[in-house]
């Protein structure tokens, strides 16, 4: 499987500032996705990262609180804008490789919490 | 009501016992079934998945789909303290790009030595 790192793997914000957090993957992948999973809760899907092109979001969430980039197949950006405390979180990014067979990997995740 | 319901425990056990985890679901359409470990400040790892109904083994682990009834299982035998996490089941209607999984809510296992 993909070896999948995050940064920072902490952050201590202020709300009204934006965090922007990285996934780096060792290996190209087909997809990435970022979850959020919040204090005592399972995994929810935000988005699909899309390389070359727009992210995929699910319902309830939206660019402009949560931009993603993926500039190549490696890499995938995302930022919590504005931020609130409702937005502390463990911030997730997940890949599917190259084969068919594969299903999703997680990374170590980015805990965050907004003061 | 949840897409995919699991207890959330904690489910506590002695060291050696049988564990036992469980997760229904609501969707049809769901053809693989995954189970994740998680420990504590760690992103979930994969375990296992399975297709459509049936059973699979891994070492210590077997995992049981049945999908008349919608209801997946988990099974750890000889459960040792490092098995200590909460166990995310996990579903989708197939693998690899474009297919969302969508997870239970978690149930936490402590093996008391």
């Known amino acids: 499987s993909a070896v999948i790192s995050q940064k920072p793997s902490r952050d201590i914000c202020q709300r009204g500032t934006s965090l922007t957090i990285q996934c780096q993957v060792d290996?190209?992948?087909?997809?990435m996705f970022w979850y959020r999973q919040q204090p005592g809760q399972s995994l929810t899907l935000i988005a699909t990262?899309?390389?070359?092109?727009?992210?995929?979001?699910e319902s309830g969430f939206v660019i402009d609180k949560f931009p993603i980039s993926r500039p190549n197949l490696t890499f995938s950006t995302l930022t919590v804008s504005n931020m609130s405390p409702e937005d502390s979180s463990i911030y997730l990014c997940?890949?599917?490789?190259?084969?068919?067979?594969?299903?999703?990997?997680f990374g170590p995740g980015t805990r965050l919490l907004v003061l | 009501q949840k897409e995919v319901e699991q207890d959330p425990g904690p489910l506590s056990v002695p060291e050696g016992a049988i564990v036992s985890l469980n997760c229904t679901y609501s969707?049809?359409?769901?053809?693989?079934f995954m189970w994740y470990r998680q420990y504590s400040r760690k992103g979930p790892e994969l375990l296992m998945y399975t297709y459509s109904s049936g059973n699979k083994e891994d070492g210590r682990f077997t995992a049981q789909v049945d999908k008349s009834s919608k209801y997946i299982s988990l099974f750890i035998r000889d459960s040792q303290p490092s098995d200590s996490a909460t166990y995310l089941c996990?579903?989708?209607?197939?693998?690899?790009?474009?297919?969302?999984?969508?997870f239970g809510g978690g149930t936490r296992v402590l093996v008391k030595p």
């Open positions: 990262a899309n390389q070359g092109s727009e992210a995929t979001y």
């Open positions: 290996s190209q992948v087909t997809m």
């Open positions: 969707n049809s359409a769901f053809q693989y």
């Open positions: 996990a579903m989708s209607a197939g693998l690899g790009a474009g297919n969302k999984l969508t």
């Open positions: 997940s890949v599917v490789g190259t084969s068919r067979q594969e299903t999703q990997y």
